[in-house]
């Protein structure tokens, strides 16, 4: 039989609304508050929008993130409850998510690197549409796009601006990302494409001096780009906590049957 996993010391951040700060005070006070350095689990108090920046902030140190809602949207968060937060975290769930990596080359030739949790998406900067080809795994897939733009998201992205702009929802164990054009105008049926989550995907801008198109990665952002790469980065993974019965996977399990 596994042991539960022990949280004994606690780092909370919070975002700054007053429901936020309120439950924020009261946690500490309850059970202290450690540095991020120090602490055995992160607990974000929030919306999705704190999730992702303390997903970000902590990419790299292996800690796991926990949300309570607090905020607006809180689809990657739990239930706010201030009462046996221990015995909560040692019988939540881990699920692990891998970012994804973009390379974007600007005009000028400068390439920016950022990762994402949700999505890369390319969007038309002008009032003209966006001309991109798309390359998988350096083979043309499509000569050409005429969109508003196009992402690739990741499961834990799909839910998100995806599913906004008519993606498919995958669920959060899915070894694949979606490609989805955002108001393709031609090939005007395309609804994009589901790729393996191992995809190199390429997309080059066309008549970029005349259609000037910005890439995104969740909130960074490069203009005026020519060429976006876009690949999982397996060399990092992230540790999210669900209560029981409110896993990510059933999260988006509901959502694909709309409620």
Same mark, same amino acid.
């Given at each position: 039989? $596994?042991?539960?996993? @022990?949280?004994?010391?606690?780092?909370? +951040?919070?975002?700054?609304?007053? %429901?936020a700060q309120q439950?924020?005070a009261?946690?500490?006070?309850?059970?202290?508050?450690?540095?991020?350095d120090?602490a055995?689990? /992160? +607990?974000?108090?929030?919306?999705d929008?704190?999730? !992702?920046?303390?997903?970000?902030? =902590?990419?790299?140190?292996g800690?796991?993130?926990?949300?309570?809602?607090?905020?607006?949207v809180?689809? &990657?968060m739990? %239930?706010?409850?201030?009462?046996d937060?221990?015995? @909560?975290?040692?019988?939540?769930?881990d $699920? #692990?998510? =891998?970012? !994804? &990596?973009? @390379?974007?080359?600007?005009?000028?030739?400068? #390439?920016?690197?950022?990762?994402?949790?949700?999505?890369?998406?390319?969007?038309r900067q002008?009032?003209?549409?966006?001309?991109?080809?798309?390359?998988?795994?350096?083979h043309?897939?499509?000569? %050409?796009?005429?969109a508003?733009?196009?992402?690739?998201a990741t499961?834990?992205?799909?839910?998100?601006?995806?599913?906004?702009?008519q993606?498919?929802?995958?669920?959060?164990n899915?070894?694949l990302?979606?490609?989805?054009?955002?108001?393709?105008?031609?090939?005007?049926?395309?609804?994009?494409?589901? &790729?393996?989550? $191992?995809?190199? +995907?390429?997309?080059? /801008?066309?008549?970029g001096?005349?259609?000037? *198109?910005?890439a *995104?990665?969740?909130?960074?952002?490069?203009?005026? *780009?020519?060429? /976006?790469?876009?690949?999982?980065d397996? $060399?990092?993974?992230?540790?999210m !906590?669900?209560?029981?019965?409110?896993? &990510? %996977?059933?999260?988006?399990?509901?959502?694909?049957?709309?409620?």
């Amino acid at each position: 039989m $596994t042991t539960p996993q @022990r949280y004994d010391h606690i780092a909370f +951040v919070a975002s700054p609304g007053a %429901e936020a700060q309120q439950a924020l005070a009261q946690l500490v006070q309850m059970y202290g508050n450690h540095d991020p350095d120090d602490a055995d689990v /992160v +607990v974000a108090l929030g919306g999705d929008g704190l999730m !992702l920046q303390t997903l970000h902030a =902590h990419m790299h140190s292996g800690k796991p993130i926990y949300g309570m809602h607090r905020g607006t949207v809180g689809f &990657l968060m739990n %239930e706010f409850s201030a009462l046996d937060l221990h015995a @909560r975290l040692a019988a939540a769930r881990d $699920t #692990v998510i =891998h970012p !994804l &990596l973009m @390379r974007a080359t600007d005009v000028h030739g400068k #390439v920016h690197i950022h990762h994402a949790i949700n999505e890369v998406a390319l969007f038309r900067q002008t009032h003209q549409a966006a001309r991109l080809r798309i390359l998988i795994d350096e083979h043309e897939r499509m000569a %050409e796009l005429v969109a508003d733009g196009i992402m690739v998201a990741t499961p834990a992205g799909s839910t998100a601006y995806n599913l906004s702009a008519q993606g498919p929802i995958l669920p959060i164990n899915a070894a694949l990302l979606a490609l989805t054009p955002i108001s393709a105008f031609r090939p005007r049926r395309w609804r994009g494409a589901l &790729l393996p989550n $191992t995809a190199f +995907v390429v997309i080059e /801008v066309l008549e970029g001096e005349k259609r000037p *198109v910005a890439a *995104v990665a969740d909130h960074d952002e490069a203009r005026d *780009v020519r060429r /976006v790469e876009v690949i999982s980065d397996k $060399t990092i993974s992230m540790r999210m !906590l669900f209560d029981p019965g409110h896993s &990510l %996977e059933e999260r988006i399990l509901r959502e694909q049957f709309g409620y």
